[in-house]
């Protein structure tokens, strides 16, 4: 079955940088595109971004516009989400889910297990 | 701050009917941008419950339905069971912030 398998927790400092990986299995990698979706402890779900696993195109939220970039590996099916500058508000579970999607709609099934980054000095 | 809301939390015993509301505006739900809700339990990841209003993934129980109606959704959930307890979200697009838009969530206590 379709399954995303992320990378383990990680701990960063202020003003460093984090890459979380994301492995998909149980389809062809390059069909649907993987969205990163964050929440913070206690609060709710925050859509980060998209990457497009087929040509490597992505769109970001403008709220991390600057310190985000999505990549992907076709060899090894797996796309990772950097988030650079951290800051102690960066602290949250990150969530990879397959999308989805048309003109009209785009839902989230499955997700990804969710990787802890703990930003603190 | 989202721009679809919902009510903090809602409860209901045993065997009830419980309703969860999601309230969007014309730049969403309104506009015709289908709505899907996750259940999410203690500890793990988000799961589909309904896609596209009221459509049901596989292995979800018919118990779980769903509605849209001008700029606003339902989750209904018949016959409360105790391991329906969870948090609950909306999610639709925003074609104005031009994003995936998730709902603050609910949290739903079976009594």
């Known amino acids: 079955q379709v399954q995303l398998v992320q990378s383990g927790a990680e701990v960063g400092t202020p003003g460093a940088s984090v890459n979380v990986a994301c492995k998909a299995s149980?389809?062809?990698?390059?069909?649907?595109?993987i969205h990163w979706v964050r929440q913070a402890p206690g609060q709710g779900l925050e859509w980060m971004g998209v990457?497009?696993?087929?040509?490597?195109?992505?769109t970001y939220a403008q709220k991390f516009q600057g310190r985000i970039t999505m990549t992907r590996d076709t060899s090894t099916t797996t796309v990772y989400m950097e988030l650079s500058s951290l800051r102690s508000d960066d602290t949250a579970v990150y969530y990879c889910a397959i999308a989805k999607e048309s003109v009209q709609y785009c839902y989230f099934d499955p997700w990804g297990q969710g990787t802890l980054v703990t930003v603190s000095s | 701050q989202s721009m679809l809301t919902q009510p903090p939390s809602v409860s209901g015993a045993p065997g009830q009917r419980v309703t969860i509301s999601c309230a969007g505006t014309?730049?969403?739900?309104?506009?015709?941008?289908?709505v899907h809700w996750y259940q999410q339990l203690p500890g793990t990841a988000p799961k589909l419950v309904l896609y596209g209003q009221s459509n049901r993934p596989s292995g979800v129980p018919d118990r779980f339905s769903g509605s849209k109606s001008g700029t606003s959704a339902s989750l209904v959930i018949t016959d409360l069971q105790a391991e329906d307890e969870a948090d609950y979200y909306c999610?639709?697009?925003?074609?104005?912030?031009?994003?995936?838009?998730f709902g603050g969530g609910t949290k739903l206590t079976v009594l």
């Open positions: 014309s730049s969403n739900i309104g506009i015709g941008y289908d």
């Open positions: 999610q639709s697009y925003d074609s104005r912030l031009r994003l995936k838009l």
């Open positions: 990457i497009n696993p087929s040509v490597g195109t992505t």
């Open positions: 149980g389809h062809t990698f390059t069909t649907y595109f």
